[in-house]
């Protein structure tokens, strides 16, 4: 079965930092691309980050750049996203998802497994 969990969310003070932690597992192929997005309320779903299957390659949304950045460990299964100078506008559930195959991308419909979230609130 399929499943990805998403963890290190919670509360923090702009200018801090999170990790967020993607574990993976059930996936009968080793090579998958996973992209972190997130919604915040009454916003649509939006691509932040993502990374090849290899990990050599990733990619940002423009409004996270030089702020957060992805890496995976695939001996432990999971995908980081280490979110730095946090401001309150990056409040939001962050989701991570993957898919089958090598590349990455930001967009949403290019993933068919889905986590359940994790919240993250940067507010003082």
């Known amino acids: 079965q399929l499943q990805l969990v998403e963890s290190g969310g919670g509360l923090v003070q702009p200018g801090g930092s999170l990790r967020l932690s993607c574990a993976a597992s059930?996936?009968?192929?080793?090579?998958?691309?996973i992209g972190w997005f997130r919604q915040a309320p009454g916003k649509e779903r939006e691509g932040v980050s993502c990374i090849s299957a290899s990990g050599g390659s990733t990619d940002y949304a423009d409004s996270v750049k030089g702020r957060f950045t992805i890496s995976r460990d695939n001996a432990k299964n999971t995908v980081y996203l280490q979110m730095n100078s946090l401001k309150p506008e990056d409040t939001a559930v962050y989701y991570c998802a993957a898919r089958y195959g090598l590349g990455c991308s930001l967009g949403l419909r290019e993933y068919d497994y889905w986590g359940q979230g994790a919240q993250v609130t940067v507010s003082s």
């Open positions: 059930g996936f009968t192929r080793d090579y998958y691309a």
